[in-house]
């Protein structure tokens, strides 16, 4: 995932995480089935996908405005993978003023 639009000669820190598809669909929709026999379905807490790990900034794929990072999923649980958020802060400067700034939305 290519971290893009930094300023030059800058220090950064940056994190990832796994954003999950949490929205019903109306899509392709078929018709309706009977009612349930004794109409009730309790339906389970989802459990979020665990966070990333083993993140790196290759040193031969940094650029002056821009670096590739790389990481490990974790695990997805229940997640159905939608995009990853890379977030990332100065250090060095006051270009995100200290706070994290999403920078970056990668499909893969």
Same mark, same amino acid.
């Given at each position: 995932c290519v971290v893009p639009r930094l300023r030059k000669h800058s220090v950064y820190d940056a994190r990832v995480r796994e954003t999950c598809y949490?929205?019903?669909t109306t %899509? =392709?929709?078929? %018709?309706?089935?009977? %009612? =349930? *026999?004794d109409r009730q379905a309790i339906t =389970?807490? *989802?459990v979020a996908a665990t966070a990333p790990y083993d993140l790196v900034a290759p040193t031969?794929?940094?650029?002056p405005y821009s670096?590739? =990072?790389d990481w490990t999923p974790g695990e997805a649980n229940d997640c159905l993978f939608?995009?990853?958020l890379v977030e990332i802060k100065a250090i060095n400067t006051d270009y995100t003023r200290g706070k994290w700034l999403q920078v970056a939305v990668c499909n893969s």
């Open positions: 949490d929205t019903y %899509e =392709l929709d078929g %018709e309706f089935s009977d %009612e =349930l *026999p =389970l807490v *989802p031969d794929q940094i650029g670096f590739f =990072l939608t995009i990853w």
